[in-house]
């Protein structure tokens, strides 16, 4: 920046030296003897303008993030904001100064792009955890609902231990940032970038006070006594934090066989989890648990919510996880042994849709020829399920996946390579009805029940006789009523 580009403003002083703590900042009284840097001015004012933008990306952002962590079981205090603008200015002026310094007096900022691409917190959101050990789900989650640019944990190995020449004995804040752009389903403010901050509720409380006294302290430097406490208080942190997660491990235990229902989606997710990495070899990093908080009223409504309901039908867990999550997976095999509850849980979707926060869009509800055509598709994947697992058996082969099920099917070659291709896209077309409630079109789904019928005909010779004769029985009815 020429030096034309620095005028000193009088008016500016005492909130600028108040900004900067006055005496215990030499570097920031750099800046009242230069003035103002019009680049940066110029952009702040932009800012000024445009922060009640931000703040609602930012409170759209952090509400997304509550409805997902509530659906998958993790309990969390979620806030957004979006930088103050005298937080802006310190900022922008400290690494200015920080900069120009170690650079021969070259300036970092040059263009309004530079200084967007340096400044990446000004959309916030802060995810504060009831338990610390839900990093690890709210990790995939994130990742999941965001498109995630950078991440950042801390404490970072090579940090300093020392505050101002205090050595710290503790390791001080914990916490995983997330750098992610927002995403379609967040039309107004699809790529804007945001900070998401997970931590703790203890760790969160602690650094708010660290922070602000330690780096934003207006009188002074901190006494070595004053930083022996928020060290000792970051031991407690610490600490808190491990009694936390003996609690949530104490909680799983009482759920793991409670002698009761559930009594929320909290408790059935953590039922749904620990039950998953006790019976499956499947990495906890790939497990997602999915909308917890709808299966749990669906369970309710049909009067299975207690955990020895679910068993029976958690046994066999497809490890295909990029198509099912837990609370899919487990519907799956529910509706495969009972397809009369589909319809509940259809009205359930409709609902919990109906409920959503206004601004987003609200599917209508299906006609009654569409939800007739829905049901013959569906019934007809049903029962193509029903018998390539009956196949699968009489072959004494496990199952263990509907892909890897189909594909099976294609390697004995009853199947050729056109019907391995239209069945995975069926197969999508399923999960799509079943689990995102997206309308359909009845043409599509005609067309693949009817291919669906062929198919299983087609297989059907090579099942036993009594269950070919079953099969076929369940086939007869329906295509005659829709002959008709």
């Known amino acids: 920046m020429e030096e034309s580009g620095w005028k000193l403003r009088t ?50 952002g952090a509400n997304i993030c509550e409805q997902i962590l509530a659906q998958n079981g993790i309990r969390a205090i979620v806030t957004s904001r979006a930088k103050r603008v005298e937080r802006l200015r310190e900022k922008l002026y400290k690494r200015e100064i920080e900069y120009s310094n170690s650079n021969n007096g070259i300036n970092k900022y040059k263009t309004f792009e530079d200084i967007e ?103 002074g430097l901190l006494s070595e006594e004053e930083m022996a406490i928020l060290d000792e208080l970051n031991g407690l942190v610490l600490a808190g934090e491990i009694s ?32 998953v990495r006790k019976q499956s070899p499947m990495e906890k990093e790939t497990l997602s648990v999915g909308n917890a908080e709808l299966l749990f009223r669906f369970l309710k409504k049909i009067g299975m919510d ?19 999550t837990l609370t899919e997976q487990f519907l799956d095999a529910l509706f495969m042994n009972k397809p009369e509850y589909h319809p509940i849980y259809q009205l359930l979707q409709r609902e919990e849709l109906s409920e959503t926060a206004s601004g987003q869009s609200r599917r ?3 006609d009654d020829a569409i939800q007739k055509t829905l049901g013959f598709f569906l019934f007809r994947w049903m029962l193509f399920e029903s018998t390539m697992r009956s196949l699968l058996e009489g072959q004494e082969i496990e199952w263990t996946s509907m892909s890897s099920g189909i594909r099976q099917l294609y390697e004995w070659e009853w199947i050729g390579e056109d019907t391995l291709k239209e069945l995975t896209r069926l197969r999508a077309l399923r999960h799509v009805l079943l689990h995102e409630n997206i309308p359909p079109q009845g043409s599509e789904l005609l067309e693949g029940a009817y291919f669906l019928e062929t198919v299983i005909q087609q297989l059907l010779p090579h099942l036993p006789a009594d269950l070919w004769q079953n099969t076929l029985k369940k086939l007869a009815p329906l295509t005659k009523e829709e002959s008709a």
């Open 117 to 219: 691409a340096d400044i990446v917190d000004l959309v916030g959101i802060r995810i504060s955890l009831y338990f610390p050990g839900d990093r690890e789900e709210v990790h995939k989650i994130l990742h999941d609902c965001f498109s995630v640019r950078q991440v950042k944990t801390f404490p970072i190995e090579k940090a300093a231990r020392s505050l101002k020449g205090y050595e710290k004995r503790f390791s001080g804040y914990s916490a995983t940032h997330y750098r992610v752009f927002f995403g379609e389903a967040m039309k107004d403010y699809q790529g804007i970038l945001a900070e998401i901050q997970v931590a703790s509720v203890l760790m969160h409380a602690w650094a708010e006070v660290e922070h602000d006294l330690s780096y934003k302290t207006y009188n």
């Open 364 to 366: 209508e509800q299906l």
């Open 11 to 60: 008016e500016e002083e005492k909130s600028m030296q108040y900004l900067f703590g006055g005496e215990k900042n030499k570097e920031m009284k750099l800046i009242l003897e230069k003035g103002r840097n019009s680049l940066l001015e110029s952009f702040l004012d932009q800012y000024q303008h445009q922060r009640a933008f931000y703040q609602q990306a930012a409170a759209e």
């Open 306 to 324: 207690h955990p020895q309901d679910l068993c029976e039908y958690l046994k066999n867990l497809d490890t295909d996880l990029e198509w099912h």
């Open 244 to 275: 936390l997660e003996r609690l949530q491990r104490a909680i799983r235990c009482r759920v793991d066989v409670p002698p009761r229902s559930f009594s929320n989606h909290y408790e059935l997710a953590v039922f749904l989890l620990d039950y």
